[in-house]
């Protein structure tokens, strides 16, 4: 079975950082693209941050200059630099594994940004 685990999440205070980490299992991670997702309460789902196999990434305009998504393929494991935290930031973060007709997600971890 298909399992991606979120952990890193927490609460920070407004310009602290955080690293949110994603270990996948049972799948050839090389060849998902791995995402980085988040969802604020009574908000949709949105996307964070991409990174492809090839060292292709994207980010949300919101997220630019301040997180950094990068992946070790060998660990089989994604990550989510985040750094200038604001509040707005709150959310559930999701890991999303996508390739070949498949989508996996994870269980999610909570971020907080508050004072």
């Known amino acids: 079975q298909v399992r991606l685990v979120e952990s890193g999440g927490g609460l920070v205070q407004p310009g602290g950082s955080l690293r949110l980490s994603c270990a996948a299992s049972?799948?050839?991670?090389?060849?998902?693209?791995m995402s980085w997702y988040r969802q604020a309460p009574e908000t949709q789902r949105e996307l964070v941050a991409v990174?492809?196999?090839?060292?292709?990434?994207n980010y949300a305009d919101s997220v630019k200059g301040r997180f950094t998504i990068s992946r070790d393929n060998a660990k089989n494991t994604v990550y989510l630099q985040m750094n200038s935290l604001k509040p707005e930031d709150t959310a559930v973060y999701y890991c999303?594994?996508?390739?070949?007709?498949?989508?996996?997600w994870g269980q999610g971890t909570q971020v907080t940004v508050s004072s």
């Open positions: 999303n594994a996508r390739c070949c007709g498949n989508n996996y």
């Open positions: 049972r799948i050839i991670f090389n060849n998902y693209v």
């Open positions: 990174a492809g196999s090839g060292g292709y990434t």
